[in-house]
């Protein structure tokens, strides 16, 4: 579904991707791990097209992205749910949900909406509160929703797990691997990497703008470079 060739991404004179290349499956949910700075939330907003590519490709179903602006890219079927949620605080949720079905047609949004109140319980009962006045997690499940709305066949999801309590760390990666078996291919970015490849079918990680190692998700749960380099440890006791 989404291949990345070669792609490198500068901020002034800082090149932060270097010839960055991996694939995403249709179907799969794919691990981007690495630690803070080495490019991740980067090579997401590139896909999105919110950073200008210096050069290589990004291929949605063999269509190159590089140089369409975010709301083309949203039409397309790709959709990021950035790091840090970045809710309109002032508006409902309602109208966040609203807001990130812009792209699809009227008829379909109230369908899109009963899916997503469906898999979200609790944005139902906060439908007409301020996006601004909830709880972390449920800030989160509104930033997921919004995402969802658009109904993207591929998900971008920045750091999902960032601020929560392990309780509602559990509910959110719960919900990611529901709307994946649904049909949604997804792009995961997250530091809980223990988490992360218990659910991912493939995983990549990236060291300063390059990526150094590859493979199935649980392979990679015992990989001793990456338990070494980002858990400090065996994963298996994290």
């Known amino acids: ?11 002034g004179a800082v090149r932060v991707l270097r010839q960055v290349s991996f694939i995403v499956k249709a179907g799969q949910i794919v ?13 997401l907003r ?10 290589g490709k990004i291929l949605l179903e063999g269509e190159d992205l590089v140089g369409l602006p975010p709301h083309a890219i949203v039409r ?12 309109f605080a002032n508006l409902t949720v309602y109208e966040n949900l609203l807001l990130g079905g812009y792209a699809r047609h009227t008829a379909s949004r109230a369908e899109d909406l009963d899916w997503v109140l469906t898999a979200f319980p609790r944005l139902g009962e906060r439908l007409h509160q301020r996006a601004g006045t909830l709880s972390g997690g449920e800030q989160q499940m509104a930033a997921l929703g919004r995402a969802l709305m658009s109904r993207p066949r591929l998900l971008l ?3 999902p797990s960032l601020g929560l309590a392990p309780l509602l760390v559990a509910e959110v990666f719960r919900i990611i691997t529901e709307v ?12 809980n990497a223990h988490t992360a490849l218990n659910i991912a079918q493939y995983a ?15 392979e990679l749960l015992h990989h001793p470079h990456l338990q070494e380099a980002y858990l400090g440890g065996s994963l298996g006791e994290v």
């Open 1 to 11: 579904m989404l291949a990345i060739q070669s792609l490198e991404v500068s901020f």
């Open 31 to 43: 691990a981007l791990l690495g630690a803070n700075g080495a490019g991740k939330t980067t090579a």
């Open 46 to 55: 590139a896909i999105s097209g919110l950073v200008p590519v210096a050069s």
């Open 76 to 87: 397309r079927g790709l959709a990021l749910c950035q790091e840090g949620r970045r809710l």
């Open 157 to 159: 999801l920045d750091e």
């Open 180 to 191: 994946n078996r649904r049909g949604t291919t997804i792009l995961l970015v997250e530091q």
């Open 204 to 218: 990549y990680v990236l060291e300063n703008g390059r990526l150094v190692l590859q493979g199935g998700g649980k």
